[in-house]
């Protein structure tokens, strides 16, 4: 893993308590070793989660939340080296939901060049 990739996944664990403990919990899990890529199809099941929650438990917090985790995605996208792009879309991007499936609301939360990527992959 690279110090890039290592340093993407520490800043978007610490983005919120929930996602710093599912960072700790995947460390756990992997014998002490953070796998950059599956920690990322973690957050993207989490992100899912949140958009897909019934409107009556959607807070401010959790519209905030997906909102911070976006946008670290997109600015990670737009600025990181081409190992964090390539985590980005392999582990973020490909993970969300299909167009028809459920939670596929997220694509069009996505920012310019998250969005750009997911129509090339499509």
Do not use: C, W
Not at 31 to 42: A, T, Y
Not at 63 to 75: F, G, N, P, S
Request: aromatic share 4%.
């Amino acid at each position: 893993m690279s110090v890039e990739s290592m340093a993407f996944v520490k800043q978007v664990a610490g983005l919120s308590p929930t996602l710093k403990v599912l960072l700790e919990s995947h460390v756990k899990d992997n014998f002490g070793e953070v796998l950059p890529h599956v920690f990322l199809g973690d957050v993207t099941r989490h992100v899912i989660a949140l958009v897909g929650a019934p409107a009556s438990e959607v807070s401010l917090a959790v519209r905030r939340e997906v909102k911070t985790i976006l946008d670290t995605m997109e600015h990670g996208y737009a600025t990181g080296s081409p190992e964090v792009r390539e985590l980005i879309a392999a582990s973020f991007l490909e993970n969300l939901p299909a167009k028809e499936e459920p939670g596929s609301e997220i694509r069009g939360m996505v920012g310019p060049s998250l969005g750009s990527q997911l129509m090339n992959m499509t």
